[in-house]
């Protein structure tokens, strides 16, 4: 039994679906998350800054006791991925691979991925899915646009809907069977996205994904805090302004948290 934090990243606020998930799936886990507003977005970053900020994020995390790193974010996990696993003495677990065998395993045979510029750029996914089943059809969209809709606090209003449908278009055309939702920030618009893909086309979350391998790896090291774990803190902070940080907090985790400190980064 290991009481000490899952400590989980992201470049702003969509690590919040992760961390939703986490608490969820994990209730005994302590959780400590970093998000990067300060350097806000990561989608429109050169891979190494990217590598850069995500190490001294890890760094923080390994200061601050975690035993597990989770890269709650698709752009830093298909640039620091490999990196961060090198570099620090704990597992580190993205949300890529996850995302994309769950959209294989519905059976779909053309699969759509909608990201961040860099997520896109990078191909992280497309090469992922094609090394899990060669013959799958991919169509790619950058959807940048949308990670500011959701830091705005804009999600559920016309104005979203408007933004999904721009940023989706390209589906009108290239029809696909399964969407991979490949932003952390892009789940706080599934309702949008689902109005305008329409109700055929299923959605995969790489969250849930990405948390059963969490729970599977913390299981097999035995890291598995103890039931019913009285010390239980899920602890945040913000590279940037903390008030936007607890806004969202407030929001989709239900204001269910410690603490939310502001955190000047010690870049590498």
Not at 31 to 45: A, C, R, S, W
Not at 165 to 180: A, C, G, R, Y
């Amino acid at each position: 039994m290991d009481r000490r934090p899952i400590g989980v990243m992201d470049s702003g606020l969509g690590g919040l679906s992760v961390m939703r998930v986490l608490r969820d799936e994990l209730p005994a886990e302590s959780l400590t998350f970093v998000g990067d507003q300060g350097h806000f977005p990561y989608g429109t970053k050169s891979q190494a800054e990217i590598r850069r900020l995500s190490l001294a994020i890890g760094h923080f995390l390994v200061q601050q006791d975690a035993k597990m790193m989770v890269i709650a974010c698709n752009t830093a996990t298909g640039a620091a991925l490999s990196t961060l696993q090198k570099e620090l003495p704990i597992p580190v677990i993205g949300v890529i691979r996850p995302g994309a065998a769950a959209a294989l395993s519905t059976g779909a045979h053309r699969v759509g991925v909608i990201g961040t510029d860099s997520t896109i750029k990078n191909g992280a996914y497309e090469a992922t899915l094609h090394d899990l089943q060669p013959d799958v059809e991919v169509v790619s969209q950058p959807a940048q646009p949308l990670v500011s809709i959701v830091e705005h606090g804009q999600t559920g209003t016309a104005q979203a809907q408007l933004a999904v449908d721009k940023s989706l278009q390209v589906f009108d055309h290239q029809t696909v069977e399964t969407l991979i939702l490949g932003c952390t920030h892009f789940p706080f618009l599934r309702k949008e996205i689902q109005q305008k893909m329409g109700s055929n086309v299923r959605l995969v979350d790489p969250a849930f994904e990405t948390v059963q391998q969490v729970k599977r790896s913390l299981a097999e090291q035995s890291l598995l805090a103890p039931e019913g774990n009285p010390f239980r803190r899920v602890n945040l902070y913000s590279t940037g302004r903390k008030e936007d940080l607890q806004r969202g907090a407030n929001q989709w985790l239900g204001g269910r948290y410690n603490l939310c400190n502001h955190l000047d980064l010690e870049e590498e």
